[in-house]
């Protein structure tokens, strides 16, 4: 049976499964035994004061009143939010992080256990594939470049004016003597590409309500088997991170923080990166400026533009 707007029963009122009462003069044949029915569903969801109160009603009345209880619960449960899927969050995670390319301008703080120091870099980023870095300070790293193609990775010492192809062990090496790897450098940024996503929970980070993730890698040769995240609800971009070896052991901690709406997207304007087994105080590394989607020249992703 439907209701004037539209909405459905719970049951159909013409199959009666119950003994029929004793029938009130104002009822007849299945009018009975659909009131029994009523009687019984309204007992079981809304309560014994309810169900008396709809006793001493007509049918009419009664139906009346049941439509219009399962409309309101009908359209409650139509308003409240539904939680999404691990793998949704990753995707809005990938559209704040991801771009078509972008030029970063940056300074990387390594915090050691003699002092800081800090180097200053500019990178032009092409998709996922293509990524061109020079140092440009202190004086000591000034002129270095790094060149990302796919799965290749080749770094320019002006020092010795020799280029060389990192690869293997290498990759595991600390970057200028920070807590990153070259192997983090190379990981493809999108997380939806490498990783099943489920919701664990919600917990706050800096007072925001935060979905926390638990990711698996989807194949084995990921540097980080498994990773937790706790995302920003709102911004919908990781505040926090842990990332585990395949034995879970906790390799690494990252923070991103100073969190800007950057271009029509939330991006991280700082971030603080702590290899677990290294001592120190971390690493910072802190976006001065960027730009998406920029005309960038195809020559900086050559090795010949290296020594440029």
Known sequence: MRSEGGGSLPFKLNECKYPKPDKPESLQGDQACSLKILGHWVKKNNGARLYEKFKASTFEEIMKKIISIIVILLSASAARPQNPSGEAILIKIDANLSSRNRIVTSKMVIHG????????????????????????APAREKGTKMLKLGDQLWMYS??????????????????????????DMMQDPKLANHYHATVEGVERIEERACWVLSLKAKTEDMAYETRKLWVDQEREIPLREDLFAKS???????ELKDIRMTEGRWYPMRMIFKDMLKTGKGTEFIVETIRFDQDIPDYLFSKAGLKK
């Open 158 to 183: 002006p020092s010795t004016d020799r280029t060389i192809q990192i690869s293997g062990h290498m990759l595991r090496q600390s970057v200028m003597g920070s807590d990153l790897s070259y192997e």
């Open 248 to 254: 879970g052991k906790l390799l690494k901690q990252m």
């Open 113 to 136: 256990r003699r002092g800081s120091r800090t180097i200053e870099a500019q990178s032009w980023v092409q998709g996922i594939d293509k990524a061109f870095t020079e140092y440009l």
